[in-house]
């Protein structure tokens, strides 16, 4: 474990090097034992990949103190189980009329349709972090042979539900922004609802799988093409 | 009642102090870009301290007022009239019903803060009022103002006039020092580079926002080429490949890969967001002690100055 200054409010705990469950699964245990080690002190918490960033009021308290309190509570945590957490499983409609890049994808992979939608949907992804805009979570990792680099020129309008994969991660976009990952279905499931409680149906430390439905499925569970 | 807005001038945004605890949603801060300004807005009108405000960037906001009350504009100098009279800044002003309030546009810094007795009546979501338009979160539809938007408000008949002394006021510059925490990958940045970085003068691009200020100067090298994605806290300065500093402000994203040399005092961000393209930046490191001491005395200055009273 390593500490360092983030800001004037602000620590970041490194639990580890490279994207693991083991190591997402001591940033999860860390982001707890912060939250009860620092109490009313405690301004927010960003769990990520390996590292969780502290932030606290620095009119109540100081770096000394919660540098502090964030070693010696690290110092007790138990080495997590990674199996912690829930499974939730997101519907995915796999077509080319929601997914631009699967046909391609597919055939720069030399694997059939079928096959990328196989590996995509046939293993079991972790939440390590969530960012760039709410609801949006970072799940890995993508199955090596359908590990594809983000497009050379990013669309101007993914749509919200679109499932897309960036290298070894996969993701679902939970409004519609701009973005460059290869876009392979959609998800009716809302990843991002302000109205609802939670808003999110996943939380960092989660796992997930993709279950493969049909069009007819699709728009039963409120999808739109 | 209401405060009826009549032009939404260039942006104009409803903000409280900003929205905290949600960043594992992936919700973002928002709130003032300078909240020293927005905290004497509040003072003046002597509202709780993270009442709702307008945040008016760059000017030409116009409303009228549907009852009688009192509203107070601080932060960047513009020009306020009120039925066409000028009017001061930093000072408890009397609106009547069918009043008009005038903004003109900013001549020195470029937010300024326009607050009502008691604080527009906004309500929060994800437990804040602030307006983060890229998240669509906040304000009244989880955008900037617009025209024919009312603004609700409570009818207040007497209130203390206070305003605050030239003087105390904050000056407005057309430069900015960053008193920098070093900190993240501070250490994957090579002494060279960090002198770079310190010694020379960095200029606002036109790429400048609510997210981020980009800089342009002398490129600052790493030693790493990205990172794992972590936790971005306010004022991080994030350097991406091009070696262009940007300093990470209210609206950004809560995790990025790029890596950062520390982060940037609160209190001198405000003095940033005050800046427009082509304004100069410098950077000096300062230990987090001093970055303690400086938040606690900007804070005390601002609960404990005199304020003064004009009769009536």
Redesign the interface.
């Known amino acids: 474990m390593e500490l360092h200054v983030a800001g004037e409010n602000a620590l970041i705990l490194y639990l580890g090097k490279e994207t693991s469950p083991a190591v997402s699964a001591r940033v999860q245990a860390a982001a707890g034992a912060a939250e009860i080690a620092l109490g009313e002190d405690l301004i927010d918490l960003v769990p990520s990949y390996a590292s969780l960033l502290v932030i606290y009021d620095a009119l109540r308290t100081d770096h000394l103190s919660v540098g502090r309190r964030l070693r010696e509570s690290m110092a007790t945590l138990d080495a997590p189980a990674t199996g912690e957490g829930r499974t939730v499983t997101l519907p995915v409609y796999y077509d080319p009329e929601v997914g631009a890049d699967l046909e391609p994808l597919a055939q720069s992979k030399g694997l059939s349709v079928d096959e990328v939608i196989a590996l995509h949907s046939g293993c079991e992804y972790r939440v390590y972090a969530i960012g760039f805009a709410p609801g949006f979570a970072y799940l890995g990792e993508v199955d090596e042979r359908i590990a594809a680099p983000r497009l050379a020129t990013p669309r101007q309008r993914v749509p919200r539900g679109a499932v897309a994969i960036a290298d070894r991660q996969t993701a679902i976009y939970p409004a519609p922004s701009p973005g460059g990952w290869n876009l392979i279905g959609r998800c009716p499931v809302r990843m991002f609802d302000p109205g609802a409680e939670p808003p999110m149906p996943v939380a960092v430390g989660d796992r997930v799988r993709f279950e493969a439905i049909g069009r007819a499925r699709f728009l039963a569970l409120g999808g739109e093409v | 009642m209401s405060l009826r807005v009549t032009q939404p001038g260039v942006l104009s945004l409803l903000q409280d102090r900003g929205r905290?605890?949600?960043?594992?949603?992936?919700?973002t801060n928002g709130g003032p870009l300078d909240p020293t300004a927005f905290s004497w807005n509040n003072r003046l009108l002597q509202n709780p301290p993270g009442a709702t405000c307008i945040e008016i960037s760059f000017g030409g906001l116009q409303l009228e007022a549907t009852a009688e009350t009192y509203i107070c504009l601080t932060g960047a100098r513009m020009s306020l009239t009120v039925n066409g009279s000028e009017r001061p800044g930093w000072e408890v002003l009397r609106v009547g019903e069918g009043d008009s309030i005038a903004l003109g546009f900013a001549e020195s810094g470029c937010r300024a803060y326009l607050g009502v007795a008691g604080g527009f009546d906004i309500a929060p979501?994800?437990g804040s009022t602030a307006t983060v338009a890229?998240?669509?979160?906040g304000g009244l539809r989880g955008e900037k103002l617009q025209a024919g938007d009312e603004l609700p408000c409570r009818p207040v008949t007497r209130h203390r006039r206070l305003y605050l002394p030239e003087p105390q006021r904050p000056r407005y510059h057309d430069s900015a020092t960053l008193r920098v925490?070093?900190?993240?990958q501070e250490r994957h940045f090579s002494r060279l580079q960090q002198r770079r970085l310190y010694s020379h003068t960095y200029r606002v691009s036109q790429q400048s926002d609510r997210m981020g200020y980009r800089l342009e100067g002398p490129a600052i090298e790493c030693g790493i080429e990205g990172i794992?994605?972590?936790?971005?806290?306010?004022?991080?300065i994030q350097v991406p490949p091009d070696g262009q500093p940007i300093v990470l402000l209210n609206d950004r994203?809560?995790?990025?890969g790029y890596p950062k040399i520390?982060?940037a005092?609160?209190l001198d961000c405000a003095q940033l967001a005050q800046l427009g393209p082509g304004a100069s930046v410098y950077f000096t490191p300062i230990s987090?002690h001093t970055?303690?001491n400086a938040?606690?005395l900007a804070?005390h200055y601002i609960d404990a100055t005199n304020l003064a009273e004009r009769a009536g």
């Open positions: 905290f605890g949600r960043h594992r949603l992936g919700l979501s994800f890229r998240e669509h979160v925490i070093p900190g993240y794992l994605s972590e936790g971005i806290c306010h004022g991080a994203q809560t995790i990025g520390g982060s005092l609160s987090q970055a303690h938040l606690h804070a």
